[in-house]
């Protein structure tokens, strides 16, 4: 079995797992559902700049959503020592990050989507004439977000207050994403087409290429920690 393969492997135990249990995808949905909703609560009908409200309403129940995702992504390896029996297969570290990093990006993706639909519902956005514009966005958002929080999830498994870790870590180093996917986005729902925010789009893509390579290489030194 090759690389990819290898790594897919352990992406597909992980999604089977939670086909089974469904628990962190609904944790994640009903999160993400709430963010939205609390939101719309705080923004009047006919504000003045609510097409750029919008955008970092829709960002931040990706994030909100996606960092309770991520906290389960090495926490329930941790459980009955199923992450010393991963550690001990025969396969390189970076076959192992790979396989969490589908993994987490199925999950994220999947959610995001959802939350896409009832967000287009509960704020009156018509995201099927924009739908591709914002699946690009989505899904070049949702690999730098998963790289990173992959990464610092290993970082925070062995300890007790991962939880509030993961977020303290991860916000910092997620402003570039969700800075450029929500300007990016809004771009998009404002009908002015993908590549008007041409210079955020690409910092999502440098973003992603550098952030994944980097956490595949520092990878086998967390583990190590």
Do not use: H
Request: charged content about 15%; proline content about 3%.
């Amino acid at each position: 079995m090759g690389f990819l393969g290898q790594a897919w492997t352990i992406a597909w135990k992980d999604i089977l797992g939670e086909l089974r249990t469904r628990e962190m995808v609904f944790s994640m949905l009903l999160f993400g559902f709430l963010v939205i909703l609390i939101f719309n609560f705080g923004i009047e009908p006919g504000l003045r700049d609510e097409a750029l409200v919008k955008p970092g309403v829709l960002w931040a129940a990706f994030v909100f959503a996606g960092i309770l995702g991520l906290n389960r992504s090495f926490s329930s390896e941790k459980e009955n020592d199923c992450l010393q029996g991963l550690l001990l297969c025969p396969v390189d570290r970076a076959v192992i990050y790979l396989g969490k990093f589908l993994g987490n990006f199925v999950f994220v993706l999947a959610m995001s989507l959802a939350v896409l639909l009832f967000f287009s519902v509960l704020y009156n956005v018509d995201v099927i004439a924009v739908l591709p514009g914002l699946l690009v966005i989505l899904g070049l958002a949702t690999v730098g977000f998963s790289a990173v929080g992959t990464l610092f999830s290993a970082v925070s498994v062995g300890i007790k207050t991962r939880d509030v870790l993961l977020a303290i870590l991860l916000f910092p180093v997620l402003v570039p994403v969700i800075l450029a996917a929500a300007k990016s986005s809004a771009f998009v729902m404002n009908g002015e087409g993908l590549f008007a925010g041409g210079s955020w789009l690409a910092m999502l893509v440098v973003y992603d290429v550098v952030f994944l390579a980097v956490s595949v290489m520092v990878f086998d030194y967390v583990l190590e920690e």
